[in-house]
């Protein structure tokens, strides 16, 4: 089992920065992934940012150029760098991690990801 923790969502005015962090515990060996997900409300959720444990990302389509995703591999911790929020930002993002096979990664396919933390809200408001 692996266990995630997420910090780091609030209120943030359009134009402005937030930083996630997501820390895993447990059964670090069965994961090669990490990254974010996001659910708004009435929406499916939808990825946002994931990393593998050699460096390979992916991000969505829409965060592109704004966000950055980051890992410290001796922490165990993903960071989530988001830039010039957008009223659309504005959801729970999902820490996930797992095992996805190379074109369960590059889908961005949430079902790729075993373990998933319980979430943080994002919320962007002028």
């Known amino acids: 089992q692996v266990q995630l923790v997420e910090s780091g969502g609030g209120l943030v005015q359009p134009g402005g920065s937030l930083r996630l962090s997501c820390s895993a515990s447990g059964s670090i060996s069965s994961i090669n992934a990490m990254g974010w997900y996001r659910q708004a409300p009435g929406k499916q959720r939808e990825l946002v940012a994931v990393i593998t444990r050699g460096g390979s990302t992916k991000y969505a389509d829409s965060v592109k150029g704004r966000f950055a995703i980051s890992r410290d591999s001796a922490k165990n911790t993903v960071y989530l760098q988001m830039n010039s929020l957008k009223l659309e930002d504005a959801a729970v993002y999902y820490c996930?991690?797992?095992?996805?096979?190379?074109?369960?990664?590059?889908?961005?396919?949430?079902?790729?990801?075993?373990?998933w933390g319980q979430g943080t809200q994002v919320t962007v408001s002028s």
């Open positions: 996930a991690a797992g095992r996805p096979g190379p074109l369960v990664f590059q889908s961005g396919a949430p079902g790729g990801y075993d373990y």
